[in-house]
Each structure stands twice: as structure tokens, then as C-alpha cells.
């Protein structure tokens, strides 16, 4: 059986989804495949976004994040409680609540969208021919397209050495599932995955250890910002050790060993469950036979123009298996653009100004760049900071940590970057990744009247502070 579309979208993960939504409203007849599942073993639109990545994580940070306010920040409020207590099984129960409920949202889209549901593994061939194949590896059926859009995704990178039994050594999505508190939690990583990971198990009692194998602590963010984090997270009581490269993990007595080499030193540390959070990789097994053209790199990743646009004629492609950053939310707007593209519009996105969040407490967040790479690449630059300790806001919920810094052109003003830590900084960034969009400088932000109180006075102030006139705090 073989059916035809205007446009045939492989992956209903963020930039998959949106991609085939967008091409829908606008005129074209759309299929999206997609083969993901559930918990319950049925299929679930969304991605890894959705289903075991962004959303369920963010769930578990919520809950641990209220019980931890509840024992360390309630009783500076005059709120006294006593024998506080964890239900990880609730926590779990309410996460896939969530998870449910935004993915049968998707499905609801799709249906008042007439965008057609395939679910099936989709394999492009050559001539814009797609297979759809069923978990034996069978086709079940053979699609044609216009024009198709390459949306796979990534999955978890995984250490040679160091096998998963999905029980005691897991990668993201099995740390995401425990129904218990670990006693002792190794993560080996320490970006952004396996830093959020950590601090939701870290407040609910687990000793985490975070193996980095880099002597740079958060080598993307701002230096001033990585320090910030570091300091933070070992007071939470995270131990963090950097220039630790794992070469095993073995079976004790008391649970598992992992064992590194750290400064040249062979080292281990016994712990109950291990996690492997080392990033993630292009999901594009599979996904293009030899005999469709589709150029890749030696990493796996499709070779991309600006436009998305790969080496064969109408056959795109977005989000994680592209160039760029592995982020849901540049995957979804690629997903937009090239849906207009394909309708004859003339979008563009900006990947300069693409904001990078991290949902840890404090959080973190950053658009464009860092003080370090300007300096290295010859840029005059005036910087200007403002800590939150100092906005009424911070201080009247008892969570004063953090601060906002802003570098802006020596010369012309027009911002080059925003880095910030601190609370609901995953909020206040986008107010950040709007002025860059529009090249504004720092003097437009601090000509732009901010409420009284909130946690954004900390923009106008570090706009202000570029130029050493600061109010509330000393220039």
C-alpha cells in the first residue's frame, strides 16, 4: 500500500511535531511517523522531550525542589513542620501523569490539524520514498512525499566500557524511574543532564558524587557562573571531582564500584546505583538506507545547510540529528522554519541567540557569549553585574542566591551576552534572548522600566552596571 503526502515528517518529538502542525496549517497534506512508547507500551507522540527526557525531568525537579523548601527554606517563613516524609512512587505517579497528559495533547493537535499518525519506525529510501517498519524490523507500509523532514533525535551516549543492566547502571531514562532513593548515587557527567539528575536525588537524601571527566566545571557556562553553580552544589552536598575519567564500573559486596583515574591517580568510590550522563548522540541509525543520498558526518549527525536543507532536493532536516546545539526548543523552531520554507515563506533562525537553561536550584541560564570567548576572539567589551541578594524580590522569598551578569560591545553597545544563576533565571532569560534577537544594547534594557519588586530589576540593574551606574549597589 502506498499513500502520498505533501510533506512526511520522520520523528514526533519537538521539532518533529511542530514541523508536521505548522505544515498542516498551512495548506499541506502531512504525515508524521514516529515509534515511540510509553510505559504502558503504547504509542506516545512527544519524543524524548516528552515522554523520558525534558518534561519528566523537570516533574521530579518540581516535587523535590518543594520538599526541600519545605525542610530547609519553610521555617525561615514561620512555617514549622515535622515528620516530613518522601513518596518517590507518588512523585513517579505524578510525573507520568503529567507526561500522559501532554502527550495525548500532541495527539489531539495532530487530529484537529489533519496531520496523519503513523506509528512505525520510518526508514527514507531513495526517490522520497519512505518505509514504515513495525519492531520486527517488517514494512508495513510504503509512503511517498514531496518533501520530507528528518526529525529523529538523539539518545543517550553510552561508555564502552561500561554496559547498562537498566537496573543498577542506567543512563538518563533509568534514573528518571527509580522507585526508591538511592543511598549512594555515582552520575558520571556533570552537564546539564547529570546535574539536574543529581540534585533531584540529592534532595531527597541520596550522596551523589559527580564524575567529571573535564577539569572545567561546566565548560559552556560563564566562569563567573560555573563558579557560582560549583560553590552552590557542593553546599547542597553534591561532591563534584573534575579530571575524573571512569574506566569501570564492578560488582562489591555493598553495591557497585566505580572506578576512575583522577590527577593520574587510580581512585573508586562504592556506591548503590550508577548513572551515565555523558550526552547525548544522534538518533539516525536506521533512519536513511545507504541508497537515499543523505550525507552524514562520522558522528551520525545529517549535514545541514542554513536552511536545514540536506545534499538531496526536499528532503530536510531538524533539531538533535542536526548541527547546533541539542536543545528542544531550537529543534522546534527549525521544525517552524522549515515547514514556511516548504510553503514558500522566508523565515530565519538565529542559532546565535539560542538561551541555554539549567534547571537546578539555583538555576542557570545564558544567551550568547561568554566573557572568555570574546576576550579570546579580540572583542572590547564592557561588562556589568548585579547580584540578586540585592532586589527586594530575591530577599522576600528567602532565596537571595545568584546574579546577573551582562557584556555588552565596547564600542557600539549592542549586547554580546547574558549569563545568569539564580531563582526562576529560566524565566527572566527570555526578556534577554528577546533584546539580543533585536540587537539591542545594554542601554535599551536600562532604559526599560522594570516592576517593583521582582526578580527582573536584576536586568535593568546589570544593564545599568555596563556603564558603572548601577543604583543599588556599588559601581
Known amino acids: ?27 499541506l497534506n502531512t504525515a508524521c511517523i514516529d515509534n515511540q512508547i510509553n510505559h504502558k507500551g503504547e504509542p506516545a507522540l512527544g519524543g524524548t522531550c516528552l515522554n523520558v527526557g525534558c518534561i519528566p525531568s523537570k516533574a521530579l525537579l518540581e516535587s523535590t525542589e518543594q520538599y526541600h523548601k519545605l525542610i530547609h527554606s519553610f521555617p525561615a517563613h514561620g512555617i514549622k513542620t515535622t515528620k516530613a516524609s518522601v513518596d518517590v512512587p507518588t512523585m513517579q505517579t505524578r510525573k507520568e501523569s503529567i507526561v500522559e497528559g501532554l502527550t495525548s495533547g500532541i495527539a489531539q493537535l495532530f487530529k484537529a490539524n489533519n496531520v496523519t499518525s503513523i506509528h512505525g519506525f520510518g526508514r527514507l529510501t531513495m526517490d522520497n520514498t519512505v518505509n514504515v517498519l513495525d519492531q520486527a524490523g517488517k514494512i508495513t507500509r510504503t509512503l511517498l512525499a514531496r518533501h520530507i523532514i528528518l526529525a529523529p533525535g538523539s539518545m543517550p551516549s553510552h561508555l564502552p566500557n561500561i554496559p547498562f543492566d537498566h537496573e543498577f547502571v542506567v543512563d538518563s531514562t533509568g534514573a528518571l524511574n527509580f522507585e526508591k532513593v538511592p543511598k549512594r548515587l555515582g552520575i558520571i557527567g556533570a552537564g546539564v543532564i547529570g546535574l539536574e539528575l543529581g540534585s533531584v536525588w540529592n534532595r531527597l537524601g541520596s550522596e551523589v558524587t559527580l564524575l567529571e571527566a573535564l577539569d572545567d566545571f561546566l565548560a559552556l557556562a560563564d566562569h563567573q557562573v560555573a563558579a557560582e553553580a560549583k560553590r552552590q552544589f557542593i553546599k547542597q552536598g553534591m561532591s563534584i571531582r573534575l579530571g575524573a575519567k571512569v574506566n569501570k564500573v564492578s560488582k562489591s559486596r555493598s553495591g557497585l564500584t566505580v572506578h576512575y583515574v583522577e590527577k593520574g591517580k587510580e581512585s ?64 522546534s523552531e527549525e521544525g517552524m522554519a522549515v515547514a514556511e520554507r516548504i510553503a514558500g515563506g522566508k523565515p530565519h533562525v538565529d542559532l546565535n541567540v539560542v538561551p541555554w537553561v539549567i534547571y537546578t536550584s539555583p538555576e542557570i541560564a545564558w544567551v550568547g557569549l561568554t566573557e572568555k570567548q570574546l576576550k579570546e576572539t579580540g572583542n572590547d567589551i564592557r561588562v556589568g553585574t548585579f547580584p540578586f541578594a540585592a532586589t527586594g524580590r530575591a530577599r522576600a522569598m528567602e532565596d537571595p ?8 560591545d565596547a564600542r557600539t553597545d549592542q549586547l554580546l551576552g547574558i549569563h545568569m544563576i539564580g531563582p526562576h533565571v529560566s524565566e527572566l532569560i527570555n526578556e534577554c534572548v528577546l533584546a539580543m534577537e533585536y540587537r539591542a544594547s545594554s542601554e535599551d534594557l536600562a532604559r526599560t522600566i522594570h516592576a517593583h519588586p521582582s526578580l527582573s530589576e536584576a536586568i535593568h540593574e546589570a544593564a545599568l552596571a555596563v556603564d558603572k551606574r548601577a543604583i543599588h549597589r556599588v559601581n
Open 401 to 408: 542566591t545568584g546574579f546577573i551578569k551582562m557584556i555588552a
Open 1 to 27: 500500500m502506498t499513500d502520498s503526502f505533501d510533506v512526511l515528517v520522520i520523528g514526533a518529538g519537538p521539532g518533529g511535531y511542530v514541523a508536521a502542525i505548522r505544515c498542516a496549517q498551512l495548506g
Open 268 to 331: 573508586s568510590i562504592d556506591v548503590d546505583r550508577v548513572v551515565v550522563a555523558i550526552g547525548r548522540r544522534p538518533a539516525t541509525e536506521g533512519v536513511m538506507s545507504a541508497d537515499s543520498g543523505v550525507s552524514v558526518d562520522d558522528r551520525g549527525f545529517i549535514l545541514v545547510d542554513d536552511e536545514c536543507r540536506t545534499n538531496i532536493p526536499n528532503v530536510w532536516a531538524v533539531g538533535d540529528a542536526v548541527r547546533g546545539p541539542m536543545l528542544a526548543h531550537k529543534s
